[in-house]
T-cell receptor
């Protein structure tokens, strides 16, 4: 149990385009979903926290207009990187939280902006 | 603010041997959760073990066990009978009720055949 999927696993796009990443909890309902960014050989950096039906809470320094988060249901959250630029290239990971304060992670999305 | 420290950037262990990864944290709370996550080269974060602070008994999951010292704010992970598949980055994490995770910087574990 506690499986989280993330799609796509890899995406290459041109500068200026928008990219949407989906995160789904497959066998449980997530009270909260989280979006992280991970640079090479570094720990996870929390970007935002979202609860179903409410606006996401962004961490300091994360542009909410740049990284749009929609949490449409208890099993689906999406992250849209708008007008992507090469500096947005990174590894993005979502996680879904349970009532037992545990987070289960998706497999991640590698974004490359040309 | 809570912080999590992993003082060993890299560790290595011989296959079938035992290794201990260190983690210390800082918090003023009395009730919280601690976790160890593993991130292999695939970069999928995998939950290894979980400890509730109010439980005195150390958590165990097969070959993985923790040494939770609440007063010292220490939460080390012991891997017994190490296997090649244990090679990964290991992250220690802390959370309080309803709060976000705080991750340590990670320890890269190599398993030598």
């Amino acid at each position: 149990g506690a499986v989280v999927s993330q799609h796509p696993s890899r995406v290459i796009c041109k500068s200026g385009t928008s990219v949407k990443i989906e995160c789904r909890s497959l066998d449980f309902q997530a009270t909260t979903m989280f979006w992280y960014r991970q640079f090479p050989k570094q720990s996870l950096m929390l970007m935002a926290t979202s609860n179903e039906g409410s606006k996401a809470t962004y961490e300091q320094g994360v542009e909410k207009d740049k990284f749009l988060i929609n949490h449409a249901s208890l099993t689906l959250s999406t992250l849209t990187v708008t007008s992507a630029h090469p500096e947005d290239s990174s590894f993005y990971i979502c996680s879904a939280g349970t009532e037992q304060e545990t987070q289960y992670f998706g497999p991640g999305t590698r974004l490359l902006v040309l | 603010a809570q912080t999590v420290t992993q003082s060993q950037p890299e560790m290595s262990v011989q296959e079938a041997e035992t290794v201990t990864l260190s983690c210390t944290y800082d918090t003023s709370e009395s009730d919280y959760y601690l976790f160890w996550y593993k991130q292999p080269p695939s970069r999928q974060m995998i939950l290894v073990i979980r400890q509730e602070a109010y439980k005195q008994q150390n958590a165990t999951e097969n070959r993985f066990s923790v040494n939770f010292q609440k007063a010292a704010k220490s939460f080390s992970l012991k891997i017994s009978d190490s296997q090649l598949g244990d090679a990964a980055m290991y992250f220690c994490a802390y959370t309080n009720y309803g709060q976000n995770f705080v991750f340590g910087p990670g320890t890269r574990l190599s398993v030598l055949p």
